[in-house]
């Protein structure tokens, strides 16, 4: 049925209704059951690309941990990302500096803590870098882009807001460790 000038529109749909198929749903929100328009609405949704590759795995805390634990800087996040998103190709710090508008020194240091950090491998005899090859942390490293993508302006701030890497690592060497207890002490 079309609906025309005049036609009644059916009321919203009542709290509580029960759909047992896609095309029960579409009949109920749209409001016209037999309507060619709907049904094109439901062929189109089904012809839509679906995501490929891995399913993401990891919750959204797990990549919050991390972000929190191993990205010192946006900066870092961000050349980590493109570095993984484009492997196999190697990165020069001249090359990663245009894409992350930093200056070719800073990107060299990025990509030296990135190396230090096991992400990236450098090239013997060359200036050039490349993904560390790992298959433990290639889903992780998708759900955080995912999640980046998704939430920058949360992820970016969450990275501003940690202390410096120099002030983690003081107040790292003064955590206190259990000491592992004593059994049979004789008592």
């Not at 009949?27 to 094109?40: D, H, I, K, L, Y």
């Not at 679906?50 to 991390?66: C, K, M, N, W």
């Not at 259990?178 to 002490?185: L, M, Q």
Request: one cysteine or more; proline letters at 6%.
């Amino acid at each position: 049925m079309a609906y025309t000038a005049g036609t009644v529109v059916p009321p919203p749909l009542q709290v509580g209704l029960q759909v047992s198929s896609e095309w029960e749903y579409y009949q109920c929100v749209f409001g016209f059951a037999r309507s060619e328009w709907a049904r094109w609405v439901l062929q189109l949704s089904q012809m839509l690309p679906t995501r490929h590759g891995p399913a993401i795995t990891h919750s959204q805390a797990e990549v919050d941990r991390f972000i929190l634990d191993r990205v010192e800087s946006v900066p870092h996040l961000e050349a980590l990302l493109l570095v993984w998103r484009a492997r196999p190709q190697t990165w020069s710090a001249e090359a990663m500096a245009r894409r992350l508008w930093v200056k070719p020194e800073v990107a060299k240091r990025i990509l030296d803590d990135l190396e230090r950090d096991n992400f990236l491998i450098r090239l013997s005899g060359k200036e050039k870098y490349a993904c560390h090859p790992d298959t433990e942390t290639d889903p992780l490293l998708d759900a955080v882009y995912h999640s980046y993508r998704r939430e920058m302006i949360r992820i970016s701030t969450m990275i501003h807001s940690k202390a410096s890497t120099p002030i983690r690592e003081f107040a790292r060497a003064f955590r206190l460790k259990k000491e592992p207890e004593e059994h049979g002490s004789g008592r």
